[in-house]
């Protein structure tokens, strides 16, 4: 960490991850946050007039304490005592995960400690953040709310205007329409700027919230803000099962985002704090990058493998067969289980969980609670069933709904009223029943004996754990505020869960709210399963599915396949590819296996063997992959839609096509881009469409010709050419084929005289070298200049011919392996600067970066052309760089070498 002082001001600044983090202490010793991006910071990006009231580390708001800065409105900005908390001090540690930082703040009129957390994680541009406030003060303060993370300037870099380069990609998420993604500009959502940028304060905002105990029923508690100029973006997702918030508004000349939980405006949470006390904020993961969108994912992806409870359903993937959708619809019995356990066992399946309805006689939906097996569905006991499931080779699951009690069960007649939620004196109803109360000991006792005796009595290894309802604002109990009931319930059912797991700890627990409404990593950093919905149309369940790693790490999200026999008229070909479609929505996740498999015919039920088969030999490589979207996030009514997953040089593509559109659709895939690939159709084996891999511009192109089919592509980066010979070019022959090649490959423009090169070369500062195959054909060729131990290679080109089949990146290496010990390094247009190749000079930075180059952190010009400087492992100053030119061309040439920032 670096510290710069001057007189009492004082900046520190890291970059950590590739995050780049500026803080200042003003001289009033108010700590300021001012950078947080994945490009450096520059000071005059800062258009604020005055920061006073502005860029504060921590927005923490009292009762009955002034807001004197301009605020407008509701939003959460100049916070009292957020705009005046002293910096005291902060720590910069070391844990397992990657570095952590401390930083101490103190409110001198109150008191007021607050304890700033960031937790770091090695090689992830991604930050978990808290904040702990206690009162050291001699009086109690009402506490009504605390940022997790505020940030102001978050579209400070670039020169247009915010309202041409910021997007905002929200996820929005409701029942059968979940992992719905929008993407806005500010103007569409009322958020123009309309005044100078040093003005920026008008009282509208964008404000996402959530209130209640589904935390995803509206929203997925995250989003992705982009800028478009610098192709950069943030990223956060909140950690929390309950109520959220987060908001962007304008403030002192810049934008900002506040991070947080629970609040007294949006979620009537508020917390009286005695002396002594303390409170801890819902947590918050913020992230950062410059690769755009799936980059952004893919990060999020890894850290939420790494936060997550280590278990082995998420290693190992089991397949799932769940009784209920387009199958049983809650309505179990012993009879209609046997032939569903038999036809489950035999195409493949792991699990089998008995769904909603186990518990109870004819309607059971508000007499739930006491989870005893009804004997009316169950004659032979329930543990007659659940053993023939074990007698099968599966584990037995079953359906659960923890948090409620019906409004007629027994036992909700007998318990006290604190065992509930309570509002205005009375118990909280929603659709006939009652919500628990997890802060109540005896609830938790109730519910481990209810686990315990379905564990031990009926053989279960499997929960899915149900949730549907939404008891609202919360609970006057025992609470200072009935946001502050529900926020400390959520908190004690968290601890309830981990409680289960220290009592059980091979038990695999699915997270279900009416299907992905409570889609959040309070849950899912302990669950090791969500259910992704509960849509019933398959054709809809793709766009699901295609955006479920968006929400979910792939390995965790459940995706139903419910292949059906339908009673009405439909051509065998038509029911075989339902059943494909069905499947291929699930093989890159969890396949949550259902339909009425006992009823299938043998064709479409070998269909579903087929892929469960071919699902067992992939799953290795879905629970280490990262998501990708060739042609971007899908809506429902889209005609294409696609999603891969990366592992390594293997990568696996769903495609659907739904109806409409054309019969062809071209997949971009970037990261194959310039390779020679294998690709194949892993599913179905009857498959026999038309496709083609064109290397050179990395785009697949596929036909379907049937509307309502989809499938599943594997795409292998393939080696070749790897005894390429790479010498110095003597012959006249070869000289010949270099300067062909060169004229052919670099525009004018960049071009420098060739003689000079060649006299370069008899100075021994230049070197010419021609790539060739064994039989001596042409593949390529490099020019490079030589100073001290400094290789800068000039020009890199291979025959147009032959690009696309790896042969770049064979010459790549054995440059890298020639010139080891010595600095290797080259020039590359910037990507981030628009330009009419955006797209050819992303994939340029993507091949190098794939062959162990990385950037330094300058920019430069180069002949009036920006450029980035990329090395091989080692780093190169500035200088340094900028002396191969002085040394090899002259004083003259290398003043057209200027930095532009660094």
Not at 22 to 51: E, G, N, Y
Not at 596 to 611: C, N, Q
Not at 708 to 729: D, E, G, I, W, Y
Not at 839 to 861: G, I, T, W
């Amino acid at each position: 960490m670096k510290q710069e002082a001057q007189n009492t001001e004082h900046f520190i600044h890291i970059c950590e991850n590739g995050i780049y983090i500026v803080w200042k202490v003003d001289r009033h010793q108010v700590l300021k946050l001012l950078h947080f991006s994945s490009l450096p910071f520059h000071p005059t990006d800062i258009k604020a007039a005055s920061d006073a009231g502005g860029f504060d580390m921590v927005g923490i708001n009292l009762a009955g304490w002034d807001r004197p800065y301009e605020r407008h409105g509701n939003k959460y900005i100049v916070t009292a005592p957020g705009y005046r908390m002293k910096y005291v001090r902060h720590q910069d540690l070391h844990t397992e995960e990657g570095r952590r930082l401390v930083f101490t703040l103190r409110d001198e009129e109150t008191e007021l400690y607050v304890d700033t957390i960031w937790q770091f994680y090695e090689g992830l541009p991604v930050v978990r953040i808290w904040n702990s406030v206690r009162n050291q003060g001699q009086t109690t303060e009402t506490l009504d709310y605390i940022s997790t993370f505020h940030y102001e300037g978050i579209e400070k870099e670039g020169m247009l205007s915010q309202n041409e380069k910021m997007r905002i990609w929200i996820p929005h998420n409701s029942w059968q329409r979940e992992l719905n993604w929008k993407i806005h500009t500010l103007p569409e959502l009322g958020m123009e700027q309309v005044q100078p940028d040093r003005e920026k304060r008008s009282s509208g905002m964008l404000r996402i919230s959530n209130t209640g105990n589904w935390s995803a029923k509206e929203y997925l508690p995250m989003a992705y803000l982009e800028n478009t100029e610098t192709h950069s973006g943030l990223f956060w997702q909140i950690e929390h099962n309950g109520s959220w918030h987060w908001e962007i508004g304008d403030q002192n000349g810049h934008l900002y985002l506040a991070v947080g939980g629970p609040n007294e405006i949006y979620s009537h949470w508020f917390k009286n704090l005695a002396p002594g006390e303390s409170f801890e904020t819902v947590p918050a993961a913020i992230g950062v990058t410059k690769e755009g969108f799936d980059d952004a994912m893919g990060s999020l992806t890894s850290y939420r493998r790494r936060i997550r409870r280590k278990n082995r359903d998420n290693q190992e993937l089991p397949i799932i067969f769940n009784d209920y959708m387009n199958c049983l619809w809650g309505k179990p019995t012993e009879e209609e289980e046997y032939p569903l356990i038999d036809a489950a066992a035999e195409v493949g399946c792991e699990y089998f969980c008995i769904d909603a309805g186990w518990y109870a006689d004819g309607d059971w939906w508000d007499n739930v609670g006491e989870w005893k097996e009804s004997r009316e569905r169950f004659p032979g006991g329930l543990r007659k069933v659940t053993d023939y499931i074990r007698k099968k080779g599966m584990t037995a699951g079953l359906w659960l709904e923890p948090e409620v009690m019906g409004i007629h069960c027994a036992l909700a007649r007998e318990v006290p009223d604190d065992w509930f939620f309570m509002r205005h004196g009375k118990r909280v109803y929603d659709r006939s029943r009652y919500q628990l109360d997890y802060r109540n000991p005896q609830v938790r006792q109730h519910m481990h004996r209810v686990i315990d005796r379905i564990v031990s009595e009926y053989g279960a290894g499997y929960l899915k754990m149900d949730y549907n309802i939404e008891p609202g604002i919360g609970t006057e109990l025992y609470a200072d505020s009935m946001g502050e009931g529900m926020l400390e319930h959520e908190r004690s059912f968290l601890s309830w869960l981990s409680e289960v797991w220290e009592r059980h700890p091979e038990l695999v627990i699915e997270n279900c709210s009416s299907g992905g409404l409570r889609m959040d990593y309070a849950m899912l950093s302990r669950c090791s399963i969500q259910s992704t919905s509960d849509q019933d149309n398959y054709l809809m369940y793709a766009s699901i599915a295609a955006n479920a790693p968006t929400g979910v790490a792939p390995e965790q999200a459940a995706v139903w396949s419910y292949p059906m026999n339908h009673e009405e008229e439909t051509d065998e070909h038509s029911l075989c590819e339902e059943t494909v479609f069905n499947l291929v929505s699930a093989m890159l996740l969890r396949i949550h296996q259902s339909g009425h498999l006992a009823r299938l015919d043998e064709k479409k039920k070998a269909l579903v063997k087929e892929g469960i088969s071919v699902y067992k030999s992939i799953r290795k490589d879905i629970c280490k992959g990262l998501p990708f979207w060739p042609i971007g996030l899908s809506s429902y009514y889209d005609a294409w839609s696609a999603m891969g997953l990366a592992a390594g040089d293997t990568l696996y593509l769903a495609v659907w096509r739904r109806s409409g559109g054309e019969k062809q659709c071209e997949l971009p895939i970037n990261q194959l881009a310039g390779s020679l690939a294998e690709v194949e159709i892993l599913y179905p084996s009857f498959a026999r469409e038309r496709f083609e891999w064109k290397a050179e511009e990395g785009i697949l192109c596929v036909e379907l010709a049937r509307e309502n089919t989809a499938r599943l592509f594997r795409l292998r980066k393939k080696k070749s050419f790897t005894k390429v010979c790479l010498a110095s070019a003597d012959t006249e022959e070869q000289i010949s084929g270099v300067l062909e090649l060169y004229l052919k490959a670099f525009p004018k423009e960049e071009r420098k005289p060739f003689s000079l090169i060649l006299a370069k070369r008899e100075e021994g500062v230049c070197e010419i070298l021609c790539a060739e195959a064994p039989s001596g054909e042409m593949l390529g060729e490099a020019i490079l200049l030589h100073y001290k131990d400094i290789v800068l290679l000039d020009y890199f080109a291979v025959a147009p011919k032959l690009r696309g089949r790896g042969i770049g990146s064979c010459i790549l290496r054995q440059l890298q392996e020639r010139y080891s010990g010595k600095r290797l390094l080259l020039e590359i247009e910037n990507p981030q600067k628009p330009s009419d190749n955006h797209e050819q000079r992303l994939k340029r930075k993507h091949f190098y970066m794939q062959n162990n180059m990385k950037c330094m952190d300058y920019l430069v010009s180069v002949f009036d052309v920006e450029m980035e400087v990329l090395c091989f492992d080692c780093e190169v100053s500035f200088e340094d760089y900028r002396s191969v030119y002085e040394q090899v061309f002259g004083k003259r040439a290398a003043e057209r070498i200027q930095l532009l920032r660094q």
